[in-house]
C-alpha cells in the first residue's frame, strides 16, 4: 500500500474541481487504488477521502468513523448515490485535508439514504446520520468537484484558500 500526496487548494485547484467519472467494475484495480486512499487517509490523518483528493477522477470513496478507542472501521463506497434527504438540515463543522487548517460550519440535511457498491462490489443500501451523513455528504461533493468552502460566503472562501496559500509558501 502507498501514501499518495493530498492534493490542496493552493496548487491543484483546478484538478479538485473536475466532476469524477462513475467506475465501470470492481476489479483488483481499483481495490488497490481503494487501499492506497485508504493508508494515505490514515496517513494524513482524516476520517474520510475521495479518489478526487489524490488526482483520480473516479467515483470512490473511502472513510472511517471509528473513535480513538474502537477498532478501525474502514467503508469503500463505490459510485455512490444519494436516494433520498432530510428536509431537516443542521450545521456542522467540517474541515477537509485539501484545504489544511481551515475549519467552518456547514448547513446540510441532518439525515441521507444511499447506495453504492462496496469493496466487493457488492450493492449496499443504507441511511445515515451524525458524522456519518455529514462526511459521505462532504465526500460526494468532491466526486462533483464541490469543496466544502464552496458552501460558505465568497469572503470566507476566498479567505480560506489564501490562507492555504500562504501556509504553502511559509512551508516551501
Ligand atoms: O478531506 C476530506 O474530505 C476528509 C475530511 C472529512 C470530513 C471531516 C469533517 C467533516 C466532514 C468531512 C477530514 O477528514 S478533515 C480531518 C478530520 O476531520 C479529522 C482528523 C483527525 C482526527 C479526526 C478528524
Ligand atoms: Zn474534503
Known amino acids: 500500500m502507498t501514501v499518495r500526496r493530498i492534493l490542496t487548494v493552493d496548487a ?53 468513523l471509528a473513535k480513538k478507542d474502537e477498532p478501525p472501521a ?4 463505490v459510485n455512490p448515490e444519494i436516494l433520498w434527504t432530510s428536509e431537516e438540515t443542521g450545521p456542522w463543522e467540517e474541515g477537509c ?9 456547514v448547513e446540510r440535511p441532518i439525515q441521507v439514504r444511499l447506495k453504492y457498491l462496496n469493496y466487493q462490489g457488492e450493492a449496499i443500501e443504507e441511511d445515515a446520520d451524525e458524522l456519518y451523513a455529514v462526511c459521505i455528504q462532504h465526500e460526494m461533493d468532491h466526486l462533483n468537484g464541490v469543496l466544502f468552502i464552496d458552501h460558505l460566503s465568497r469572503l470566507k472562501r476566498e479567505r480560506a484558500v489564501a490562507k492555504v496559500k500562504k501556509a504553502a509558501r511559509a512551508d516551501a
Not at 485535508?97 to 460550519?105: K, R
Request: aromatic share 6%.
Open 12 to 64: 491543484d485547484l483546478a484538478v479538485l474541481k473536475k466532476v469524477s467519472a462513475p467506475v465501470e467494475s470492481v476489479d483488483d484495480d481499483l481495490r488497490r487504488l481503494m487501499d492506497d486512499m485508504l493508508e494515505t487517509m490514515y496517513d494524513a490523518p482524516g476520517i474520510g477521502l475521495a479518489a478526487i483528493q489524490v488526482g483520480v477522477a473516479k467515483r470512490v470513496i473511502v472513510m472511517d
Open 74 to 77: 474502514p467503508r469503500y463506497f
Open 97 to 105: 485535508l485539501s484545504v489544511p487548517d481551515i475549519y467552518d460550519d
